[in-house]
């Protein structure tokens, strides 16, 4: 998914403070990250293998350590807008 610059509903922005989760996290997934559409009209984009290497060879070492601990957090992107982000508890994806 390449639409790094999407607004945050209110929503989203209570979710990222409540979940910990870092808005430069939010923009790499939005990114590097794989996009599968929920059947509801909205698209998640999650964490995959290719991001992971990806981020490996692009981030410096220490940053890339702060950035595992984000890799089971996933965003629902609707009408050009992240609606919220949160952390998979169970296998999701593909």
Known sequence: ?????LGLTAHAARRLQQR???RWFVDALLLHGRAAHD???AVLVHV????????????LPSVYRRAER????YAVVADQRVITVARRTRRRFN
């Open 1 to 5: 998914m390449s639409h790094v610059s």
């Open 20 to 22: 910990g989760v870092a």
């Open 39 to 41: 059947g509801h009209g």
């Open 48 to 59: 995959d293998a290719s991001m992971r290497r990806q981020l490996k060879s692009e981030l």
């Open 70 to 73: 984000y890799f089971d957090v």
